[in-house]
């Protein structure tokens, strides 16, 4: 299949999901925000992600495709399309299916569990998986999910950590995508924002360690939520 990608600056990139597309045969195209806002048509591709950003979504004087990426976005929703969006990428996804985004009580960066709520323990996109590890955080803002969506992880920093809406859509607000040079891109380009708070580590907590099994649960992830595609 064709994953189509929309990528907002240039050092938050797909990062493990090139590594899940390459070993599944599938190809990327992009649409580089940062470059150009050039949408395709839907026929063009098969599947979408949404990556995240340091922009918010409701910046749309400061960044004019917002708008029209918002309009791309929901178009592929109607579709029935499979659709990721990964911290950004998931605020974009909630407010198209009518959630509303919002400041988050506290800014979250760094390495932090998250847990199953009620509706993730039961859900099929996560039966058998375990996020016993840590994941990698880097968010400012949260979103008011619709009840039409589920909302599958929580922790004590945030309440909606990840959701499903209908059968092809999912949002994740953490980076399960994340590798150590992606991290170490977003440490160069956001040291401003790593101001000390209860949920924000430091450079060095950051960078001292990775854990890889998020990378192995986004291509599970990955796998099932593109299943119907095969």
Same mark, same amino acid.
């Given at each position: 299949m064709n994953l189509h990608i929309l990528q907002h600056v240039s050092y938050e990139g797909p990062g493990h999901i090139s590594d899940w597309a390459f070993e599944n045969g599938h190809t990327i195209s992009?649409?580089?925000?940062?470059?150009?806002?050039?949408f395709p048509v839907q026929?063009? &591709?098969?599947?979408?992600? #949404?990556?995240? *950003?340091?922009?918010?979504i409701y910046d749309e004087q400061q960044?004019?495709?917002?708008?029209?990426?918002?309009? &791309?976005?929901?178009?592929? #929703?109607?579709? *029935?399309?499979?659709?990721?969006?990964?911290?950004?990428?998931?605020?974009l996804i909630a407010e198209a299916i009518g959630g509303k985004v919002v400041r988050n009580s506290d800014t979250e960066i760094g390495w932090f569990p998250v847990q199953k709520t009620a509706l993730g323990e039961n859900h099929r996109l996560l039966d058998g998986l375990d996020f016993d590890s840590p994941v990698f955080h880097w968010h400012g803002d949260t979103f008011e999910l619709p009840e039409?969506?589920?909302?599958?992880?929580?922790?004590?920093?945030?309440?909606?950590?990840?959701?499903a809406f209908a059968d092809n859509v999912l949002g994740i607000q953490f980076h399960?995508?994340?590798?150590?040079?992606?991290?170490?891109?977003m440490v160069i380009n956001?040291?401003?924002?790593?101001?000390?708070?209860?949920?924000?580590?430091?450079?060095t907590e950051i960078l001292a360690r990775h854990f890889s099994r998020?990378?192995?649960?986004l291509s599970e992830l990955l796998d099932r939520l593109t299943n119907v595609l095969r």
């Open positions: 992009f649409t580089k925000l940062f470059e150009a806002a050039d026929l063009d &591709f098969d599947a979408l992600v #949404i990556l995240g *950003g340091p922009m918010n960044f004019g495709w917002l708008a029209d990426e918002k309009r &791309f976005i929901k178009q592929t #929703i109607v579709t *029935g399309k499979p659709v990721l969006g990964i911290c950004l990428g998931s605020q039409s969506a589920q909302n599958l992880l929580e922790n004590p920093a945030c309440k909606n950590q990840m959701f399960p995508e994340a590798t150590p040079a992606s991290i170490a891109q956001g040291r401003d924002e790593l101001v000390s708070a209860r949920f924000v580590q430091s450079e998020p990378n192995a649960v």
